[in-house]
Each structure stands twice: as C-alpha cells, then as structure tokens.
C-alpha cells in the first residue's frame, strides 16, 4: 500500500482507495446540499485513484521509453489506456480456518515410497479372442467376452467333482468385494487416527 501525506491509501491491485480523513460535514442523505456534499467528495477520490492509475501507466511509458526503438515490441491487441495492476497488498482476513493436510491413505503411502504415479489408462484394450480392440469396461467389454467365452471348466485331481465351480468363483468374487470394503473402513479410520 503507497500513502500519502493526505492519510489516502491506495491498493492499486484492486483498485481501492482508503480515506481515513475526517468528513467536516453532517452526513444526511434527505439533505440535498449534505448529500451533494458527499457525491463531491466521493468524486475527489475517485479521481485521485484514476490519476495513481495514470501515474502507473505513466511510470510503464517512461520505462519503454529507455528501451531502443529497434528492441520494442508494439501490442496492437492492447489499448493506449491498459495498464497493468500490482500485486496485491491488502491483507483480507480468512472466512474459515486454513485446511488441514489430510493423512495418507496405505496406499498413497507406499506409492509415495516406491514412487508409483498414477497413469491414465487408455479406454479400449486388445482382446486375443475376437481378435479386435473392446471396451475395458461396460457394455460389450473385454470382461464380459472372457464370461461368456469361459462355458467349460476342467475338474482337476482332488477337487469335488459335484462342486460348481461358477458359484464357488462367484463367492470368491464377493468375498473379495467384502474384503476390499474392510480395507477402505480400515483406511478411513487410520485417516482419522483410529489405528486397530
């Protein structure tokens, strides 16, 4: 913030102007005179905040002018009247409090360890049955050509031939399900620093 020594304060990063001098005026709006008062006043900072942007425009000209012509790079896309703004200097206090780092999950752990990224995978796959590029997922995928391509099991040596091997691979998959639901439970409570 630049001051003056007329207790104006300017934050030209957006377009503010303090005015922390005294009005010598009582302020009443159903007043005409008291309420042209305050619109000519008011207009007085508006212009001094016009003219400090002119002054930055001013400063930005001056510094070309230093640069040699043969070196100058002309912006037709950009009006006679642009002007850059500064940074910011007023300090905006926050709504609510500054978020806090949330924990690593086990597997964001151990990626961060073995220096794993994660890849964008492509949405078709090769599949060596119909010889042809499917979906990874959903309606005609490589998975549901496997099932329906997969009719014949073979009974291995010691396995119980009554034994449907369908429904047993049907549990599997569901315990694994159950399983999978366990570890996300599981990594919810050490996020929140419940540890078993």
Request: no cysteine.
């Amino acid at each position: 913030m630049e001051s003056d020594q007329t207790n104006y304060t300017y934050d030209l990063g957006i377009l503010t102007l303090y005015d922390s001098n005294p009005i010598n005026f009582n302020v009443n709006l159903a007043d005409q005179d008291s309420k042209k008062k305050l619109e000519e006043h008011s207009f007085q900072n508006i212009r001094r905040l016009v003219q400090s942007l002119f002054s930055l425009k001013n400063k930005k000209d001056a510094e070309l002018e230093q640069v040699p012509d043969e070196y100058q790079v002309i912006d037709f896309s950009q009006s006679q009247f642009d002007v850059t703004l500064p940074e910011v200097t007023t300090a905006f206090p926050r709504h609510k409090k500054i978020p806090e780092a949330k924990a690593l999950t086990r597997w964001e752990k151990f990626a961060k360890e073995k220096g794993i990224k994660k890849k964008k995978r492509g949405r078709l796959v090769w599949d060596e049955i119909t010889k042809s590029w499917v979906p990874r997922h959903g309606r005609g995928s490589i998975k549901k050509i496997q099932d329906s391509v997969d009719v014949i099991r073979e009974v291995k040596p010691g396995q119980d031939p009554t034994e449907d091997p369908f429904e047993k691979k049907a549990l599997e998959k569901k315990l694994e399900k159950e399983k999978q639901k366990f570890r996300e439970l599981r990594n919810k409570a050490e996020a929140k620093g419940i540890s078993y």
